[in-house]
């Protein structure tokens, strides 16, 4: 099993990155996929969660109307398209595998915010 994340980097104030996540050894279509960022000092935060269908869309606050969570389950991959980003948003992005008791973690890729 493993979940690749990559798009990560450093990009200025009000720029714009997406992160992928591409999954590998498990039924990617059937688990609900998440990603959760850490920033130093931080606890782990769910940011964007999708259902295995694509629907049902959730979003922290702090994130609503900038982010966007999406997936293809034909190519096993997850994304989260990040607009208007800001200082606030630099921590280590996270992909998440959930379907009932199994559940699987990226390795993370760091995304920081800066001019």
């Known amino acids: ?3 690749v994340e990559s798009g990560g ?8 990155l997406r992160l992928s996540c591409a999954a590998s050894g498990f039924t990617f279509s059937g688990y609900t ?3 959760y960022r850490q920033a130093p000092g931080k606890e782990r935060e769910l ?13 922290v606050d ?22 208007s980003l800001r200082p606030e948003d630099t921590a280590v992005y996270y992909c998440n ?7 699987y973690w990226g390795q ?3 995304v920081t915010v800066s001019s």
């Open 33 to 35: 996929m998440t990603w």
């Open 97 to 103: 595998a959930r379907f009932l008791q199994s559940q």
């Open 47 to 59: 940011v964007a969660l999708i259902t295995s269908g694509g629907g049902g869309g959730y979003y």
């Open 108 to 110: 993370g890729t760091q």
């Open 1 to 3: 099993v493993q979940l």
């Open 62 to 83: 702090s994130v609503k109307g900038r982010f966007t969570i999406s997936r293809d389950n034909a190519k096993n991959t997850v994304y989260l398209q990040m607009n």
């Open 9 to 16: 980097g450093l990009v200025q104030p009000g720029g714009s």
